[in-house]
Structures are given as structure tokens and as C-alpha cells.
């Protein structure tokens, strides 16, 4: 009897899966578990997990542990399509799994082209497999869909019409709660369409829309969940140009049929013409294959699966929907921000209120490549005060992770129990790498410590660099000064290590607190001064009491995330209700103490605003 592959949420890792993974390619398995652990508002890392696995003698205890705890915390399937994301595959492959025979019927005798690359095969399965999804109705599995945004499944139109927005009837789709996507991880969301180019009536006949009608009716749609999950699992990039091929070649179809798990299907999609209304495909289908993404031999999105009349099956084009305005408007619109307004982009997370210099500095290192800038230095305007410090790490690391781009960061605590700065930045940035020894001639006995010192830390600059290169890459490195201050020796580390920082092209530096330093380096306090110097430059970040402005920044991009009925007039009463009987310490100033009540406030009128449980808990820090 044929073993029957879970469907997806059911599936698991077990210690045995993981442990090559965390042997061949440990730093990857890193940022997905903080990842998936973050997106769920929980913490972990494989450090955390490291400490606890030596006290256990088994060869895998590292990996038991991490299976352990994302099983209780419900997190495993999560894990494996986030892991699926990164393009790998950590389960060992189903047999079962294979193309559909009916589907490798050509069309009209020989394909022109009947080859897939076997290169991209594992790779585009990987991706597939992360952002398919189940389209839901009252319960039951319509439709097939893809994420293909942080937040935006594409589908077809007539699995969703009844809650399609309708000028006739005058329903508002953003009130039907029967509809509800599975997403690869297997967790449920409430859904609404956003975005509808809906069915030609006269397809139910097999009639085909002509002209202008091709795309204004090309059963298309875009839904819309609260969670911007696609960025934990994954989504599809939809090209900016259509494949323009004709002829007839090997096609490649992701759907659900009858709501079952299938595996890739393979047959052949016939275009004679690119403006068609639709194209011909030779795949089976069944109900809840509709809305699936296709793609051609080189696995370009090519459109959706809209059905079947008689024994023709039908795809309906890219070309139609993908200059549509009203269609780019609400991809372009769930792209990475500029700036948060909550650490997970919800009402669970932590708000960020007055951090607009911080995510400006980072952008600008991102996007503008005649910017000087090389760090950024957080200083509190407070000393005895801690409001920010710690949070901005969790800022930078979600910003990083929400933008395009291969980053990683390193953070480093430099209080008295690090006693060699040099060996732990090494030890951290190559994972588990040894201590850094000086070259001939500079050895601790052959010369002053200085010399000895700035030789290693020279060194350590080199050969990160390199793996930089290698793995084209971004690296980060955070540093934070605790409570508990620094003995000289780390200061000293410290400072060269910084210079030799700022000097590298494949790196940038975050500095927390140190407020005492002397830094050498330049350092500017608006993007546009670093712009009128070629050296490296370092942002100065002023932790300080908040200002109203800042309150309104937030509770704007709060409003547009999630598409809040609040125009500007309602954010300001927002504001005002937020910060009613908080006095200032200064003029139109307010004290970073009183951040965690002007959240809370904030949250529960959003959460009254969407009907939403108001005695559900979130987290608050600026």
C-alpha cells in the first residue's frame, strides 16, 4: 500500500532530519529559528539552545531540543516551509509525490519544448511548497492560490465571487468572515478579496471574452490576510514582464485538486497567440485545482488554472492582470516599509514610536549607494535610562530581515565577563571558529600589546571580509555596552575594532549606549551631512523623550497596515486619546517611560475598531 504524504501542517522533522542540516549548514538554521520564533512573538536562537544541549551527552541532543520546543510551541510546520523558503528541502523525498500520468498527454502531437532543467527542479519545488495555499469557503477547500506578497494571495475570482466587492448589491467584502486561506504551514486565516477582475459570465457556456473584456474579465483576485506571514514562508515574486514564448511546451501547474495534497503536476501548455483569452493546458483537474499558479519550462509565472468546459482545460494568462493598475497598486503596496510601526507588523507586536532617524539611517545605507554612511551609534540623552536600547537590536534585525538583501547580524555584549572582544566577534561571525592568533612577529611576547592587538584585529577584518565575498553577503555587527561598564582591554578592542569596521565595504556597525566614547570615526546627525563627505560616516541616534509627531508617524502606518477606516483627522483624535493625561517633561516632549500606556491605548482602539478580542494581550516598547 502506498504511503500517504501528511498534508501540509502535519508534517514533521524528527532530531535525525535536522542534524545534517544543523552540521552542513548551521548559520541557516539560525536565522530561521529566530524567525519562526519571533513571527510567533517567542524567542530563541540556536545559542540558547547550544547551552542547554551540553548538559545532555547524546550526539543530537542540539537537534532533539529544537524539535522539542517547536513542536510545544506549534511551530514546526512553520519552520520546515520557512526552511522551504530559503530553498531547502529538509524531509526526505515521498515516492508517492510524482507527475500526474494524464497530465504528460501533449497537445496536438510533439511539444516544441518537453524538457524541464533538472537544476531548478529542487529548487523551484522548495519555493512552491512554501507559498501554495488552500483556498477556503464555509469550511470547505474552493481553490488553489499562491502567496505572492507578505500578506496577498492570488486566486481566481470565481472561487471567491459571492465575496468579491459587488457595486450592485453594495456588499462590502471586508465584513464576510467565510472565507479563510490554509497557508503551507498549515495555520487558518481570515481572508478578503482586495483586489477582483472577475469571471466572463459567458465562460459557464463555453464562450470566450473578446477584446478589451480578455482582461477586464480575466478571473483574477487578490486576497488579503492580517499576518504579513509571506515573509516567514515564503512568497512567489511575480515577474515585471510576462513570458512572451509561443508554441506549445512543457507546463508545470501547483494546485489542490479536490483540496488534496498532489505533489507537482507536468504536462504541456499550449500559446498560440500571447494576447488570448485563454491558453490550453493538459493537466487533470478537479474542483479546487482552480486558481493554481502555472508555470512555464523555466518555471516563469505564466497564470492560473481557471477550469475546465468539456475536456479542455483552461489557463487564464499573466498577460491579462499584470499591467492592471489596481493589481500593481496592491502588490507595490505590501512591499518591504521604509520604516515599522510594530516589531511583527501587528497588533501582538511591539510598537515602535520615534525610531523615524534609525530606520532613515538604515535605508539609506540599503538603497543609496553615493551615502557615506557605515553605522549607526544609538545614544541615550538619559544615561540612567535603558527605554529602546535593547529593543533597537530586535529593530535592526526585523527591518534587515523585512527588506531585500543578504544580511546577518552579530551581537555582542561587551561587559566584564567578555574578556577578549577580538576572539568572540570571530567566534560568533564564523560560528564556533577558534581564537584569532597574532601573525610572526607580532606574537603577545614580540611586541607592545597595541601592536599585538591591532595585528588580530586586523586579521579577523581580513577573513570576514572574505566570507563575505564568498557568500555575498552583508554583515552586521551590534555591540552593546551593559550596565555593568567595560574593563580597559575591551574598550580598546573595541575602538580598533570599530575603525577597521567602518573601513570595510561588506560590513556596517551598529553601536548600543557608549555614550562616553571618544570616536574617532566621523560621525553626522542627518542622512544628508553624510552625503557631503566620501568618508565613512556613523549616524548618531538620540534615544529621547518622544514627541506627538512621533505618536501620529506610528498610528498613520498603523492605519495603512491594517487598512484602518481612520483618515487624518481620526489619527489625531487617536493620538490625542493615547496621550490624554500624560504631561510633558519638556515642550511637546514626552517621556520614553510612558511609551508601553500610549501602546496599549493605541492597540485597544484598533482592536475596538476591528471588533477584535480587547483583552488580548501584545508587547510595547519604543
Given at each position: ?312 482545460r483552461r489557463l487564464v494568462p ?19 516599509p521604509r520604516r515599522l510601526w ?77 574578556r577578549d572582544l577580538v576572539d ?199
Open positions: 500500500m502506498a504511503r500517504t504524504r501528511p498534508v501540509a501542517g502535519d508534517e514533521k522533522l524528527t532530531a535525525n532530519d535536522l542534524q545534517p542540516l544543523l552540521q552542513d549548514r548551521p548559520e541557516l538554521v539560525n536565522d530561521t529559528i529566530e524567525e519562526v520564533f519571533q513571527s510567533a512573538g517567542h524567542g530563541g536562537d540556536i545559542d540558547s539552545f547550544r547551552s542547554v544541549a551540553q548538559l545532555f551527552p547524546e550526539g543530537n541532543a542540539l537537534a532533539g531540543l529544537m524539535v522539542e520546543r517547536l513542536l510545544d510551541k506549534g511551530l514546526m510546520a512553520r519552520f520546515i516551509a520557512a526552511l522551504r523558503m530559503r530553498g531547502v528541502e529538509p524531509l526526505p523525498p515521498d515516492p508517492d509525490q510524482l507527475t500526474d500520468p494524464v497530465a504528460l498527454v501533449p497537445l496536438n502531437g510533439a511539444a516544441d519544448h518537453d524538457d524541464l532543467d533538472i537544476d531548478q527542479i529542487g529548487e523551484f519545488a522548495s519555493g512552491a511548497k512554501a507559498f501554495r495555499c488552500r483556498v477556503m469557503v464555509d469550511e470547505q477547500v474552493m481553490g488553489s492560490g499562491a502567496m505572492v506578497s507578505p500578506r496577498l494571495i492570488l486566486t481566481s475570482a470565481h472561487v471567491v465571487d459571492a465575496y468579491a466587492p459587488d457595486a450592485a448589491t453594495g456588499v462590502d467584502p471586508s465584513t464576510v468572515q467565510d472565507v479563510s486561506v490554509q497557508l503551507s504551514d498549515g495555520s487558518r486565516h481570515q481572508a478578503r478579496a482586495v483586489w477582483v477582475a472577475p469571471c466572463f459570465e459567458g465562460e459557464k457556456t463555453g464562450q470566450m471574452p473578446e477584446g478589451p473584456d480578455a482582461s477586464a474579465l480575466c478571473d483574477a483576485a487578490l486576497l488579503r490576510i492580517r499576518a504579513p506571514l509571506g515573509r516567514t514562508l515564503g512568497h512567489l515574486s511575480l515577474p515585471a514582464e510576462p513570458p512572451d514564448w509561443v508554441g506549445t511546451e512543457a507546463f508545470v501547474l501547483i494546485h489542490f485538486p479536490e483540496g488534496a495534497e498532489k505533489g507537482i503536476a507536468v504536462g504541456h501548455l499550449r500559446r498560440e497567440q500571447l494576447d488570448e483569452a485563454r491558453h490550453v493546458h493538459s493537466i487533470s483537474t478537479h474542483g479546487g485545482s482552480s486558481g493554481g499558479a502555472g508555470f512555464d519550462r523555466s518555471f516563469a509565472f505564466v497564470g492560473l488554472h481557471q477550469g475546465r468546459w468539456r475536456n479542455v499573466y498577460h491579462h492582470f499584470a499591467a492592471n493598475d489596481d493589481f500593481r497598486t496592491q502588490i507595490d503596496r505590501d512591499c518591504p510594530s516589531l511583527s507588523d501587528d497588533l501582538d507586536g511591539h510598537f515602535v514610536i520615534g525610531r523615524n532617524g534609525f530606520f532613515d539611517a538604515l535605508t539609506a545605507m540599503l538603497e543609496t549607494e553615493e551615502t557615506s554612511l557605515r553605522g549607526i551609534w544609538i545614544k541615550r540623552t538619559e544615561i540612567d535610562g535603558r527605554q529602546g536600547m535593547n529593543f533597537s537590536f530586535n529593530l535592526l534585525d526585523r527591518f534587515l530581515d523585512v527588506n531585500e538583501g543578504n544580511h546577518r547580524v552579530v551581537r555582542l555584549e561587551t561587559g566584564f565577563n567578555r568572540a566577534v570571530r567566534q560568533r561571525a564564523l560560528l564556533g571558529a577558534g581564537p584569532v592568533a597574532a601573525r610572526a612577529g607580532v606574537a603577545a611576547d614580540e611586541t607592545t600589546d597595541a601592536a599585538h592587538e591591532d595585528d588580530r584585529i586586523k586579521a579577523l577584518i581580513e577573513e570576514l571580509r572574505a566570507q563575505c565575498q564568498a557568500r555575498d553577503e552583508m554583515l552586521w555587527l551590534y555591540f552593546e555596552n551593559p550596565e555593568s561598564g567595560q574593563i580597559d582591554h575591551t574598550r580598546f578592542q573595541l575602538e580598533h575594532l570599530i575603525e577597521e569596521v567602518l573601513d570595510a565595504p561588506e560590513m556596517r556597525l551598529v553601536l548600543s549606549g557608549c555614550e562616553t566614547y571618544d570616536l574617532r570615526a566621523r560621525t553626522v546627525t542627518s542622512i544628508d551631512e553624510a552625503a557631503t563627505d566620501t568618508r565613512p560616516a556613523v549616524f548618531v541616534d538620540y534615544i529621547r523623550p518622544f514627541l506627538r509627531r512621533d505618536v501620529f508617524d506610528c498610528v498613520q502606518l498603523m492605519t495603512e497596515a491594517l487598512e484602518l477606516d481612520w483618515d487624518e483627522g481620526v489619527c489625531n483624535h487617536m493620538v490625542d486619546r493615547a496621550l490624554d493625561g500624560i504631561p510633558p517633561v519638556v515642550a511637546n516632549r514626552f517621556a520614553t517611560t510612558k511609551l508601553p500606556l500610549v501602546a496599549d491605548r493605541l492597540r485597544s482602539e484598533a482592536r475596538h475598531d476591528l471588533g477584535e478580542d480587547l483583552n488580548a494581550g501584545g508587547a510595547h516598547e519604543g
